[in-house]
């Protein structure tokens, strides 16, 4: 019995060394060292079709019905934009609506742009009744700057950021004081047609290196703080 121990066992403890001295120089002599010590790896699970199809069904399930009061292509993209990044690429389906602000087309004052926004989310909910979540971007001119309020509903909460703002230069300013909209202002001064629903002033004061859209999204983002944060409820 003893012979035939050492007869077995001398090959064996050949062969696990020389593995380990393969897997110093190829990871292959590491993966068959292993092999040798513990045995073959367990079988990979594979999952069926219909389950995979369960799991994709049940990801589906949990998309947002968001309604943007603004049908501006500068706030929506801002504001699919900031709900991917929150709840995930793909996790709502965008259907905006027109509705009326209740306020001036040019808004002056922190109070009356923010009166537009809430206006425009109030409409939106009339209009869109089954929606997860309601969404508005107004801008506005205050101190001599621009800027926008966000303001986010989903039924029992509301989320509200005000954006960065854009000292406005003079010759500018001096025509929305006037009586005219920034919008087209700045399209007669820029020649670009529908500014507003470009790069706007933001693109051309800042040379480009913000937008319209990125100013919008960093708002949004921040007005959608309570709606994944349990503290706020």
Not at 30 to 47: E, V
Not at 87 to 94: L, P, T, V
Not at 188 to 208: H, L, M, N, P, S
Request: with cysteine; glycine share 8%.
């Amino acid at each position: 019995p003893v012979a035939l121990v050492h007869t077995l066992y001398t090959p064996f403890s050949v062969c696990l060394l020389l593995c380990y001295t393969r897997s110093c120089y190829d990871a292959s002599g590491l993966h068959w060292f292993f092999f040798f010590l513990r045995g073959p790896a367990p079988p990979q699970i594979h999952h069926s079709p219909l389950r995979r199809q369960r799991q994709m069904s049940k990801r589906d399930r949990i998309r947002h019905h968001v309604v943007p009061a603004p049908t501006n292509p500068a706030k929506i993209q801002a504001i699919l934009q900031a709900f991917n990044e929150i709840f995930g690429e793909g996790s709502c389906h965008i259907e905006s609506v027109s509705v009326e602000s209740g306020v001036p087309e040019q808004p002056f004052g922190s109070d009356e742009t923010r009166a537009g926004a809430r206006n425009r989310v109030a409409n939106a909910r009339r209009a869109q009744p089954n929606a997860d979540f309601w969404v508005a971007i107004e801008a506005g001119i205050d101190e001599g700057s621009t800027f926008s309020w966000v303001t986010i509903e989903d039924g029992s909460l509301r989320g509200e950021a005000r954006s960065a703002t854009l000292p406005l230069p003079q010759v500018i300013l001096e025509k929305v004081q006037a009586g005219e909209a920034l919008g087209p202002v700045m399209s007669q001064y820029t020649g670009i047609d529908e500014i507003g629903r470009k790069e706007g002033a933001i693109g051309v004061f800042t040379a480009g290196k913000l937008t319209r859209s990125s100013v919008y999204h960093q708002a949004v983002v921040l007005a959608l703080s309570p709606f994944h944060n349990a503290i706020y409820r």
